[in-house]
């Protein structure tokens, strides 16, 4: 079953402005990473934030980590259009090795 | 940096038929490997833990016998489906982790599409 779920489900956004999506998950982790998928391509790792990590920061993202709450947010700061993809978090959970996947935020981000 | 490898990128087969997709780890070993599906707009969700030298881990609803996993080597996971039907159209991606000191990094294929007709 997924472990991470994002909120929301699409997000539309003007160029420029800032984007945040938020994920919650069920289980203890060892870290949670962001993805990003362009349509129908591959998986692209964005950032690996671990369990005791609370931010951290690449570029124009910033990704938070609450692990009391088991959430975390994705914040993508001045969007490009070339930003539109789709964004996923995922977490490594501690009691097993693999990585489960949310349903994912689709981002659009108009010029 | 690491980088795995999936093959083919986009096939189309007849129902009925198998089609087999390659997942390799170009650069460094991996004992395990991770086989995904996703529907349109829909996240991945997992399908097995291919597992070096022994047989795959399936997850609950996944069959095994229609999707036949084969990690025969270090570098080199399987994936077969069986009697394709077109309900199995979906884009599969592989995953393969491998361990540093630092702690395992786990790398995504690109993915391979496959349309059943």
């Known amino acids: 079953s997924q472990q991470g779920e994002e909120d929301p489900q699409a997000l539309s956004i003007q160029e420029g402005e800032n984007a945040t999506m938020n994920c919650s998950y069920k289980?203890?982790?060892?870290?949670l990473q962001w993805y990003r998928q362009n349509s129908g391509r591959g998986l692209v790792h964005l950032i690996l934030?671990?369990?005791?990590?609370r931010e951290k920061h690449s570029g124009r993202l910033r990704v938070t980590l609450d692990t009391s709450k088991k959430s975390s947010s994705l914040l993508i700061t001045a969007s490009r259009a070339a930003d539109t993809a789709s964004y996923f978090c995922?977490?490594?959970?501690?009691?097993?090795?693999?990585?489960?996947f949310g349903a994912g935020t689709r981002l659009t981000v108009k010029p | 940096g690491a980088v795995v490898s999936q093959h083919p990128s986009w096939v189309i087969c007849k129902s009925g038929t198998s089609v087999k997709i390659e997942c390799r780890s170009l650069?460094?070993?991996?004992?395990?490997m991770f086989w995904y599906r996703q529907f349109p707009k829909q996240s991945l969700m997992l399908m097995a833990t291919?597992?070096?030298?022994?047989?795959?881990?399936?997850e609950q609803g996944v069959e095994k016998d229609k999707f036949l996993i084969n990690h025969a080597s270090l570098t080199l996971s399987t994936l077969t489906v069986t009697s394709a039907h077109p309900e199995d159209s979906s884009f599969y991606i592989c995953?393969?982790?491998?361990?540093?000191?630092?702690?395992?990094?786990?790398?995504f294929g690109e993915g391979s599409w496959l349309t059943v007709v």
């Open positions: 995922a977490t490594d959970a501690s009691n097993n090795n693999d990585m489960r």
């Open positions: 289980t203890s982790i060892n870290n």
């Open positions: 934030i671990r369990s005791n990590e």
């Open positions: 650069d460094f070993q991996a004992t395990t």
């Open positions: 995953s393969a982790e491998t361990g540093s000191f630092s702690g395992n990094t786990i790398y």
């Open positions: 291919s597992n070096e030298g022994s047989k795959a881990t399936y």
